[in-house]
């Protein structure tokens, strides 16, 4: 299967959430700032990189995970991709999973500043903070994750 | 093969021009073209089914808000890694002058005479720039020819 979590800008939140589904975070406490900026795209992205869909990895269940930013698309986008994965007969195989609910205030103007405005050194402390913050809740969100993966495989089989 | 025209909203200009590929649409009159206007069907996000053509092409729209090239560029990124091409599915940006102003009155509420400005808006527009819209059509038909 084929997760692709989703934020606005493709460089925080949903990035966070693929490296934890990949387990390249740890679980149990919250991560450095120097954990987070080994993540790769972590707050390395540009304008560029709107609406592509970049590969994170393949988990241990051999799903492969990727991330995408799709601006201010919101929730709607899940569908358009579900959608679209629907018209070629294989809705199974993907999962598209907004990442946006967990994002706070500290990861929106840090990626703000970070991002849009380019001056990184305020920037992102602001979002290391922010994502410190919201990093249970991005870990609640790619457990339910997972679980739905397991249960399209339960299906599946 | 699946052709999707995809436009700021599903509902006004790429339905328009999913018709006149479709053939069912040859002078800019909109009266009879079912969906036309019609915001409901756009709020999920998903493709709306429109028809199929004589050679077993089905068609839709979609509407994706103001970027319409980066969501193309996702869609084309789904397909490649969902391991389908061109052949498969068609993604085919449509766009005409004042498209916000459609997108605009569109959202705009209904007790404030949105339904009525959207309708007006729209159709005043579209009518305007029919031409352009036959000429992505005939476009896309050449592309699908030299695909085959």
Request: hydrophobic share 40%; aromatic share 10%.
């Amino acid at each position: 299967m084929n997760i692709i979590y989703h934020c606005f800008g493709g460089s925080h939140s949903s990035v966070t959430a693929a490296a934890l589904h990949l387990g390249l975070l740890p679980r149990d406490r919250r991560p450095t700032l120097e954990e987070l900026m080994a993540i790769p795209y972590f707050d390395n992205t540009d304008n560029s990189n709107f609406g592509s869909i970049r590969f994170m990895g393949v988990d241990e269940y051999e799903n492969v995970v990727y991330i995408l930013g799709k601006k201010s698309l919101g929730n709607r986008y899940s569908n358009v991709l579900h959608g679209t994965a629907e018209i070629l007969g294989v809705g199974d195989q993907i999962l598209a999973v907004n990442t946006m609910p967990n994002v706070n205030w500290f990861m929106k103007i840090g990626g703000f500043i970070s991002r849009r405005i380019g001056i990184v050194i305020l920037g992102r402390p602001l979002v290391g903070i922010g994502t410190q913050q919201a990093y249970f809740a991005l870990a609640s969100l790619v457990d339910a994750t997972r679980l739905q993966c397991m249960d399209r495989r339960q299906v599946r089989a | 093969m699946n052709i999707i025209f995809l436009s700021n909203t599903g509902t006004h200009h790429a339905l328009i021009a999913a018709n006149i590929f479709l053939g069912r649409l040859d002078k800019p009159d909109f009266r009879y073209v079912n969906g036309f206007c019609d915001t409901f069907q756009d709020h999920s996000g998903f493709p709306i089914y429109i028809g199929e053509d004589e050679e077993g092409n089905r068609v839709y729209t979609l509407g994706v808000g103001k970027d319409v090239l980066m969501a193309k560029k996702s869609l084309e990124d789904l397909r490649y890694l969902l391991g389908f091409t061109e052949k498969e599915l068609v993604v085919e940006p449509v766009f005409i002058n004042g498209q916000n102003i459609i997108m605009f009155f569109s959202r705009w509420p209904k007790f404030l005479g949105g339904d009525h400005l959207n309708v007006l808006s729209s159709t005043y527009l579209i009518q305007n720039q029919f031409n352009i819209l036959q000429r992505v059509v005939d476009n896309l038909r050449g592309r699908l020819q030299n695909m085959h």
